[in-house]
Structure formats: C-alpha cells, structure tokens
C-alpha cells in the first residue's frame, strides 16, 4: 500500500515512519544521536521502533554506532549540525582508519535564506564544506519521496562499500511521528517548574552576581523572566556553561557567580565536572535543573534518571554539593553560599514544561556579552 506524503500547499513532507521502515528494510535498525528538533520525528521513530541510543555528545554518537558496526549492526548516527564540531574526531579519526562506516542525518539549522537564530549562522554555511573536507559523501535529503528512496538506496551502497555517508536535513522535512512512551522522573513530590526556579534564582540574587544560562529553554526562559546586564544567555556551545563559570569566576575573585545547567548539556561535557573541582573557585555556584529529558529539542529522554549527578559533583571533588527539592530549600542554599563561599553543585530536579511558546532572548549574543564586560567594568 502506499502512503501518502502530506501535501501543504507548495510544500512536501516526508513520512517519517515510511522512510524509518525503508532504512530498516535495508537493514538500518540501530541508532544513537543528540537531538535537534529538525530531527525530532526521526528520533522518535528510531526510539518507538528501533534500538535507539542516546549519547552524551555527538563524537559519542559516532563511536556508538562504529561499534554496533563492528557488532554486525548498520547504524544510524543523528545530530544537528552544531554538533557535527563534536563529532569530528571519530569522524576523522576512528570511522576512516578502521574501514567503519556509518549513515549520518545531520540538521541544516542556518540554512542560508531561511531565517534561524545566531548560532547557527556559520555552521549552516559549513556544514556542507566540512563534510566535504572530513571526505563523507553527502547529500540534502529530499523531502519528495520517490527521489529520496532512490537516495536511501544510493547511500546504502556506500555503507555497503564501507564508505560513510551523510544526509543534511533542511527544516519540515519530517512530518509528525509521536514518541509512544515519555520517560519522566520519578518523584514523590510535585516538583517545581524551571519558571518557577528561574524566578526564585533571579529573586534572591544579589544585585553584583552574574547569571550564566545554559543553552536551549534555559537561557531562554531566564531572558522572559528578567534581560538583565549581569545575565549571559548561553544560545549555542551546549554544555559549556559551567566552563564558561569557571574562567570568569577564576578570573574575577571579586564577583559572585551563578552557573546554571540542565542535564543534558552538563552530560554533554561531563568532564567539566572533574576541571570545575580541580580548581574550585570559591565564587562559583553550579545549579544543575534536572528535567531528565532534552526538552528544547522535543523531551527526548537523558539517561539522567540512571545517575546521581550530585555524588558525581561529590566524587569530582566539589567542596559542597546539596540537593533541594524545593523553593525554599534552594533560597535558603544560596544566603548560605552567599554568607560563607565555596565552591557549591546545587541539584534540584524540576518539572517538564513551559507556559505557552517561548519567546528568544531579545539581545543580540554579542551584545549581551558587551554589556556583561560593561557590568563587570571590563
Ligand atoms: C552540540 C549541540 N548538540 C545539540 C544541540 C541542540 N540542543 C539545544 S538545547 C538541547 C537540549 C538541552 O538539554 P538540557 O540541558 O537537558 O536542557 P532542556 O532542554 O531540558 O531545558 C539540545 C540537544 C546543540 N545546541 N548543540
């Protein structure tokens, strides 16, 4: 039987479950990724039908899929094309050297012409250029159906060949494939939301902290809640968030600073952890807002529910690490950090959601930068 594609005036969508059962009839039935919500259907299909991995980073990603390979597995590998800069070393250096090949969907966010945010305007003009440079055939899938089963064949036989291949998906290429189970963190009571938290940390801040936020809805809602010249929205660079803490407050003894990162950006660059520790500013407050999913990308699940990130922070050598669960607990948590110190890992598990659609932080990256270094009289 066949199945229809959606057909939007002008426009063509794929059907996600059409193409995700060609991939699996060419025997493409493993995956592992980093969401984008480009390729959030896809995901979905390989979670609700498939063996999905979900890696910390998109190198992980790679080197998960090299070894389902050598396991006799054809595997898929799917990122957005910020993280194709994560995924350059194995790509350079463990799938070409060892014959390995994989089949890759990468997003085009910042396609020229169709409007995107900053971040990714100089990866959506490279993305293509640094496929060709890591020498993996490459091509834009197509969002006609016939043409891009004739793709799927061709990029088979380069897999077949054990030469990687990539495709670069353009924005609405996938059309609606729902996730059949949302995983969600187990508590006993309700948990608070990130407005809800964002609002008590911008509340009971002194007026001379510095506010760091990590990529996505984050940095995004705590824009909503108050633009402010001692915030920095982080909008790209996921995982780098608490780094960034560590330089500025490394640098500046003299100011306070509030670090504060959600699950899946601190597992993308969990090593951060360890570095945070080693050098312990004491003016430094890393506050982790666990939602155990990658929720601005479309709540695709963390392994987060698997670990106990403040035993982690514990055992990297944090010189003070608490778990709140509650507004006040973490109000309270602050005046102590205020009063005496030291550097401080605050876990607080919140609750999935935003009210309505976010907007993006109004302020230009460079100009929220400019105008932190004005504030810190840099
Ligand atoms: C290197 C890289 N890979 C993927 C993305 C896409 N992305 C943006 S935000 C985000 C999810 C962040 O998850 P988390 O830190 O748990 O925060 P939440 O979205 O749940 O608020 C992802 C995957 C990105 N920006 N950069």
Same mark, same amino acid.
């Given at each position: 039987?066949?199945?229809?594609?959606?057909?939007?005036?002008?426009?063509?969508?794929?059907?996600t479950?059409?193409?995700g059962?060609?991939?699996?009839?060419?025997?493409?039935?493993f995956y592992s990724g980093?969401p984008?919500?480009?390729l959030k259907y896809l995901i979905n299909y390989a979670i609700n039908h498939c063996q999905y991995i979900a890696?910390?980073?998109?190198?992980?990603?790679?080197?998960?899929?090299?070894?389902?390979?050598?396991?006799?597995?054809?595997?898929?590998?799917l990122?957005?094309?910020?993280?194709?800069?994560?995924?350059?070393?194995?790509?350079?250096?463990?799938?070409?050297?060892?014959?390995?090949?994989?089949?890759?969907?990468?997003?085009?966010?910042?396609?020229?012409?169709?409007?995107?945010?900053?971040? %990714?305007?100089?990866?959506? =003009?490279?993305? @293509?250029?640094? /496929? #060709?440079? $890591?020498?993996?055939? %490459?091509?834009?899938?197509? =969002?006609?159906? @016939?043409?891009? /089963? #004739?793709? $799927?064949?061709?990029?088979?036989?380069?897999?077949?060949?054990?030469?990687?291949?990539?495709?670069?998906?353009?924005?609405?290429?996938?059309?609606?494939h729902e996730l059949l189970e949302i995983k969600?963190?187990?508590?006993?009571?309700?948990?608070?939301?990130?407005?809800?938290?964002?609002?008590?940390?911008?509340?009971?801040?002194?007026?001379?902290?510095?506010?760091?936020?990590?990529?996505?809805?984050?940095?995004?809602?705590?824009?909503?809640?108050?633009?402010?010249?001692?915030?920095?929205?982080?909008?790209?660079?996921?995982?780098?968030?608490?780094?960034?803490?560590?330089?500025?407050?490394?640098?500046?003894?003299?100011?306070?600073?509030?670090?504060?990162?959600?699950?899946?950006?601190?597992?993308?660059?969990?090593?951060?952890?360890?570095?945070?520790?080693?050098?312990?500013?004491?003016?430094?407050?890393?506050?982790?807002?666990?939602?155990?999913c990658h929720?601005?990308?479309g709540s695709q699940f963390t392994?987060?529910?698997?670990?106990?990130?403040?035993?982690?922070?514990?055992?990297?050598?944090?010189?003070?690490?608490?778990?709140?669960?509650?507004?006040?607990?973490?109000?309270?948590?602050?005046?102590?950090?205020?009063?005496?110190?030291?550097?401080?890992?605050?876990?607080?598990?919140?609750?999935?959601?935003?009210?309505?659609?976010?907007?993006?932080?109004?302020?230009?990256?460079?100009?929220?930068?400019?105008?932190?270094?004005?504030?810190?009289?840099?």
């Amino acid at each position: 039987m066949k199945r229809e594609i959606s057909k939007k005036p002008g426009s063509f969508m794929l059907d996600t479950r059409f193409i995700g059962d060609e991939l699996k009839a060419l025997g493409f039935d493993f995956y592992s990724g980093v969401p984008c919500s480009f390729l959030k259907y896809l995901i979905n299909y390989a979670i609700n039908h498939c063996q999905y991995i979900a890696a910390a980073n998109e190198g992980d990603a790679v080197a998960v899929c090299a070894g389902a390979y050598l396991g006799g597995r054809k595997s898929v590998v799917l990122m957005q094309n910020s993280g194709l800069t994560n995924a350059t070393s194995p790509l350079a250096s463990l799938n070409p050297i060892y014959n390995i090949p994989v089949l890759g969907f990468v997003s085009l966010r910042g396609q020229a012409g169709v409007k995107d945010e900053p971040q %990714h305007e100089l990866m959506g =003009k490279i993305t @293509e250029e640094t /496929l #060709t440079l $890591l020498d993996i055939p %490459h091509a834009r899938l197509s =969002k006609d159906r @016939e043409t891009a /089963l #004739t793709q $799927l064949k061709r990029a088979n036989q380069y897999i077949e060949d054990r030469k990687s291949f990539f495709f670069v998906v353009e924005k609405d290429t996938f059309e609606p494939h729902e996730l059949l189970e949302i995983k969600s963190l187990k508590t006993e009571q309700p948990l608070p939301s990130r407005r809800a938290v964002l609002e008590a940390l911008v509340e009971n801040s002194q007026k001379d902290w510095v506010l760091l936020a990590t990529t996505g809805y984050t940095g995004r809602e705590l824009a909503e809640v108050a633009d402010r010249e001692n915030h920095l929205y982080m909008v790209g660079s996921m995982g780098c968030v608490s780094s960034l803490g560590l330089g500025l407050s490394y640098s500046r003894k003299d100011i306070k600073c509030l670090a504060i990162d959600g699950d899946g950006s601190l597992l993308m660059r969990m090593g951060s952890l360890a570095t945070n520790a080693y050098y312990r500013p004491k003016n430094l407050l890393h506050i982790l807002l666990d939602n155990g999913c990658h929720e601005s990308t479309g709540s695709q699940f963390t392994v987060s529910s698997n670990l106990d990130f403040a035993r982690i922070a514990e055992g990297s050598g944090y010189a003070n690490v608490k778990s709140v669960s509650n507004l006040p607990a973490l109000i309270e948590e602050m005046k102590i950090w205020d009063k005496n110190p030291e550097l401080t890992f605050l876990y607080m598990k919140i609750q999935p959601g935003v009210a309505g659609k976010l907007s993006r932080p109004g302020t230009r990256p460079k100009d929220v930068a400019q105008r932190l270094m004005k504030f810190l009289g840099t």
